[in-house]
């Protein structure tokens, strides 16, 4: 296939359900842009029937379609990962495959590319997520903004668009754990963010639960900064602090006072403080440390089956 214009990359996680709504909605928006363009759609070890879909479209439309089939299941940022590697595109736009982004709006990031932006963030206008996940992401992007410097108003939209350039420097970091739109906005020298819209999925339901919000949001603080380790320690040292005079309190009203009992509840919660917060840092050095071991290790990020493309003659 010869070098497009705009290289459209799309994980896909049993999405069997979305995928015939996708298909008749992406193709012609993408057609009405008149840009030469490739679709990648990476699937990352559905259990449903989406690789057959996959491989349905692609013999419907292989002049513009390509499928990367993975060896497992590895994540939605290796599935984009593996994207980026296969993308020829000037131009990458990231998109998800429920439909909450309509690709309709495709258009409006290629024309920011245009102006000279090379890293196209988005914020959902009008999210219609559920209100307990609207806060979490509101209270995750406030603590991220303080702790790295990556700045994100809606970091859970995953569609963005970026140029050639930085698609390359995310092609040559060797990171094993990374978070993209993250590492993307670090390499950027004239970022922006736009509104897109957004709507309820089309179908299924979120990969996203609770807990995988929290591991990502622990990857991106640990990945893009080490202010949680000197925040730790800051605290720590004034935690000693604290205790020293406590402690020499207690030693001088022991001298005045005598000895007493009263207090016993009292330094048994100061110690039962004093535990958690050394168990909370244990936990956050094992966070470092546990980069440390999967980058060391030098395992591949994902492994891929297949790939369904169109030959060149």
């Known amino acids: 296939m010869s070098a497009p214009q705009v290289s459209v990359i799309i994980?896909?996680?049993?999405?069997?359900?979305?995928?015939?709504?996708?298909?008749?909605?992406?193709?012609?928006?993408?057609?009405?842009?008149?840009?030469?363009?490739?679709?990648?759609?990476?699937?990352?070890?559905?259990?449903?029937?989406?690789?057959?879909?996959?491989?349905?479209?692609?013999?419907?439309?292989?002049?513009?379609?390509?499928v990367i089939l993975l060896n497992g299941n590895f994540g939605q940022h290796m599935a984009i990962m593996a994207g980026f590697e296969h993308a020829n595109g000037n131009h990458v736009v990231t998109l998800d495959a429920d439909l909450q982004n309509p690709p309709e709006e495709i258009g409006k990031l290629l024309e920011k590319l245009d102006e000279g932006y090379d890293y196209i963030g988005s914020i959902r206008r009008l999210r219609q997520d559920s209100w307990w996940r609207r806060k979490a992401s509101r209270a995750m992007n406030w603590l991220r903004e303080r702790i790295t410097r990556v700045k994100m108003t809606d970091q859970g939209c995953m569609m963005r668009a970026y140029d050639r350039a930085i698609i390359d420097a995310i092609n040559r970091s060797r990171e094993v754990n990374t978070f993209i739109p993250a590492l993307g906005y670090t390499f950027a020298r004239n970022p922006v963010e736009i509104e897109v819209g957004h709507?309820?999925?089309?179908?299924?339901?979120?990969?996203?639960?609770?807990?995988?919000?929290?591991?990502?949001?622990?990857?991106?603080?640990?990945?893009?900064?080490?202010?949680?380790?000197?925040?730790?320690?800051?605290?720590?040292?004034?935690?000693?602090?604290?205790?020293?005079?406590?402690?020499?309190?207690?030693?001088?009203?022991?001298?005045?006072?005598?000895?007493?009992?009263?207090?016993?509840?009292?330094?048994?919660?100061?110690?039962?403080?004093?535990?958690?917060?050394?168990?909370?840092g244990i936990g956050l050095l094992g966070e470092y440390v546990g980069r440390i071991y999967e980058q060391v290790r030098r395992r591949p990020r994902y492994l891929v089956q297949a790939v369904l493309e169109q030959t060149q003659e």
Not at 28 to 46: C, H, M, Q
Not at 208 to 229: E, Q, V
Not at 250 to 262: D, N, S
């Open 199 to 280: 709507e309820e999925r089309a179908a299924g339901e979120s990969k996203y639960s609770l807990y995988k919000l929290i591991r990502l949001n622990f990857d991106l603080m640990t990945a893009f900064s080490s202010m949680p380790l000197q925040m730790f320690s800051l605290f720590g040292m004034a935690i000693s602090v604290l205790s020293a005079l406590f402690f020499v309190f207690l030693m001088i009203r022991r001298l005045i006072v005598g000895p007493e009992a009263h207090g016993l509840f009292t330094l048994f919660a100061i110690l039962f403080f004093l535990i958690g917060i050394a168990l909370f």
């Open 11 to 66: 994980p896909v996680y049993n999405e069997e359900e979305g995928l015939p709504a996708l298909f008749a909605r992406l193709y012609p928006a993408l057609d009405r842009l008149n840009r030469d363009y490739e679709v990648i759609f990476i699937n990352d070890g559905s259990r449903d029937r989406s690789a057959a879909l996959l491989r349905e479209q692609f013999q419907q439309r292989p002049d513009v379609t390509r």
